[in-house]
């Protein structure tokens, strides 16, 4: 695996991954016939899911006040 990301860099990431899920979301929209409007596929499609998955798994780094979710973080 290698050595450990550092905290700051791996925030970047999680920032990173949790907009690419927003925009997952936002594109992949259901459809008046129950299909995803992006794919065609039925919704959920699973690239919706996929940014409801990264938002969800990314949510304790993703925050505009790192001190409510990472205490240890503030200094």
């Not at 550092?6 to 991954?17: K, L, M, S, V």
């Not at 969800?56 to 990472?70: G, I, K, M, N, S």
């Amino acid at each position: 695996m290698g050595k450990a990301i550092p905290e700051r860099e791996f925030a970047q990431y999680a920032d990173a991954q949790a907009a690419y899920g927003t925009h997952l979301l936002s594109v992949h929209r259901r459809e008046a016939t129950g299909c995803c409007r992006q794919c065609g596929r039925v919704h959920p499609c699973d690239l919706r899911m996929r940014g409801a998955h990264l938002i969800a798994h990314y949510a304790d780094w993703w925050t505009d006040q790192p001190d409510l979710v990472r205490p240890y973080a503030a200094g």
